[in-house]
């Protein structure tokens, strides 16, 4: 099989597949032709399946991906543009949580969904780690303090500006500042080699974090956790992160305790226009 395949008695000969290959690898021979691989079309395909998407007429298919096994859109479905606003401001980073874990098949949902998030190339290199059990995310959050008081020491005008005493402050009397007591923490990592990994697990992460939104859950960046699992070898070791890759980012996960009323306002936007 080619690197695509034409079922060229739905095919219309309209060239959209073409018009949006972000490879430029499909080419319409002639004026009645089908479309074709370019030279070189097998090295240079991305197999991002836009050409796959994009025909109404379910008539190309990938070699690694059939028009068939794609989801229809359903425009019933898509929420309009009012929608998508109110759900956006709507959006709150959630610091405190009920004492209830998040079951395992919704999670497994959420990384489904991110899954789709735009990456560099297509390259889809985001990897998952989730810290499932409460223990571990207590006994980890632990080695972030041992980090944050290495760094109060070799790093103080870092500490400061992240307010590093606030939080080892706070975990010495009981309370935890790292992951607000949030019964799940998810990290996204990637190959170190991957020039777009940090941007892509940004993406994952941030495609995780509304998708829970919208499922009733609450989630929320977890900063020094991330820190931690990215720059301290003890971290890193606990998390047995493979060699050559890296953490880019992690979320702590749970049940609101509480539901916002209200959106809270924002600074206006600062916009140079050229």
């Not at 979320?251 to 509480?258: A, D, F, H, I, N």
């Amino acid at each position: 099989m080619s690197i695509f395949k034409v079922a060229q008695e739905k095919c219309k000969k309209d060239g959209i597949c073409a018009a949006v290959c972000p490879m430029l690898v499909i080419e319409m021979k002639g004026e009645n032709g089908f479309p074709s691989p370019v030279d070189g079309a097998e090295s240079q395909c991305i197999h991002c399946g836009q050409c796959v998407a994009v025909c109404p007429h379910g008539a190309l298919s990938l070699k690694t991906m059939k028009s068939d096994e794609c989801l229809p859109i359903q425009k019933e479905l898509l929420p309009g543009p009012d929608q998508i606003k109110h759900f956006l401001l709507s959006r709150r980073s959630i610091r405190s949580y009920k004492d209830q874990e998040v079951e395992r098949a919704v999670l497994t949902e959420l990384i489904n969904i991110a899954t789709y998030a735009a990456s560099g190339h297509n390259w889809q290199s985001v990897k998952w780690l989730i810290i499932e059990d409460r223990g571990e995310v207590k006994r980890l959050n632990g080695m972030v303090i041992d980090f944050l008081r290495v760094m109060r020491n070799e790093n103080p005008v870092l500490a400061r500006a992240v307010h590093v005493d606030l939080a080892i402050d706070s975990w010495e009397k009981g309370k935890d500042q790292i992951c607000r007591n949030a019964p799940h923490v998810v990290m996204a990592y990637a190959p170190k080699e991957v020039p777009t990994a940090q941007i892509d697990c940004a993406n994952a992460l941030t495609t995780l974090e509304l998708a829970a939104f919208s499922m009733g859950l609450g989630a929320c960046w977890a900063g020094y956790f991330y820190f931690t699992a990215a720059n301290y070898p003890k971290m890193i070791e606990a998390l047995e992160v493979p060699e050559g890759h890296q953490v880019f980012g992690a979320m702590m996960v749970g049940y609101p305790r509480y539901q916002y009323k209200r959106i809270p306002l924002r600074n206006n936007p600062s916009i140079t226009w050229r």
